[in-house]
């Protein structure tokens, strides 16, 4: 069954350094999301892509993170330099289209500023 | 902007009862999707059900149906013969028709006891 594949799992970083996290969507999936989740919140989201396009950003932190997917496909959020309250679940989601059709989810990159 | 509210912080069911979680939405729009997603601990975010708000008729996946009140702008998700396996955060989310941002609630944490 296809999935949406997210690595690392699990990462730890000091304050200050970069951190990167990669999200490989399901195979032909055009939307892609990622969102930030806090411990016992609801998924905040930080950027979407229709193909290659930022369609919404509106929330991302652009003084220090970035989003890119350059081929439509697989894509990579970096925060630069991370902050202890960058503390969160990173989860990326995938889906055919919007609208009515629904997002697939990845098992997230949990993410520890010490 | 569309906003989710989910009251319910937390809820408590017996094994084989019937539990109803909450869910009110905010728009101006009328072409939008509902959705109800389950989040087990440490596991990925998976749906549950999703309504179309052109569709009068509520939504029914097995043991777990919907009350939409268009004009009332609710979606409440009920769950009939609880199981231990249902145990998990759930969210309410919304999404405009066309590429638009999935906005989602800040979840009910579902408790299921023997």
């Known amino acids: 069954e296809a999935e949406v594949a997210q690595s690392p799992r699990y990462k730890i970083t000091e304050k200050s350094q970069a951190v990167a996290f990669w999200c490989d969507p399901i195979?032909?999936?055009?939307?892609l999301y990622w969102y930030r989740q806090i411990l016992g919140q609801g998924p905040e989201l930080l950027v979407q892509f229709q193909d290659e396009s930022v369609v919404d950003d509106s929330q991302l932190p652009k003084d220090r993170f970035s989003a890119e997917r350059l081929k439509g496909v697989d894509s990579t959020l970096k925060i630069q330099p991370a902050e202890l309250g960058d503390s969160a679940m990173y989860l990326c989601a995938s889906s055919l289209a919007a609208g009515r059709t629904e997002a697939f989810f990845g098992q997230g990159t949990r993410l520890t500023v010490v | 902007a569309q906003t989710v509210t989910q009251s319910q912080p937390e809820m408590s069911v017996q094994e084989a009862e019937t539990v109803t979680l909450s869910c009110t939405y905010d728009t101006s729009e009328s072409d939008y999707y509902l959705f109800w997603y389950k989040q087990p601990p440490s596991r990925q975010m998976i749906l549950v059900i999703r309504?179309?708000?052109?569709?009068?008729q509520n939504a029914t996946e097995n043991r777990f149906s919907v009350n939409f009140q268009k004009a009332a702008k609710s979606f409440s998700l009920k769950i009939s013969d609880s199981q231990l396996g249902d145990a998990a955060m759930y969210f309410c989310a919304y999404r405009s028709g066309g590429f638009q941002k999935l906005v989602f609630g800040t979840g009910t944490r579902l408790l299921v006891s023997p």
């Open positions: 309504q179309e708000a052109y569709k009068q």
């Open positions: 195979s032909g999936h055009a939307t």
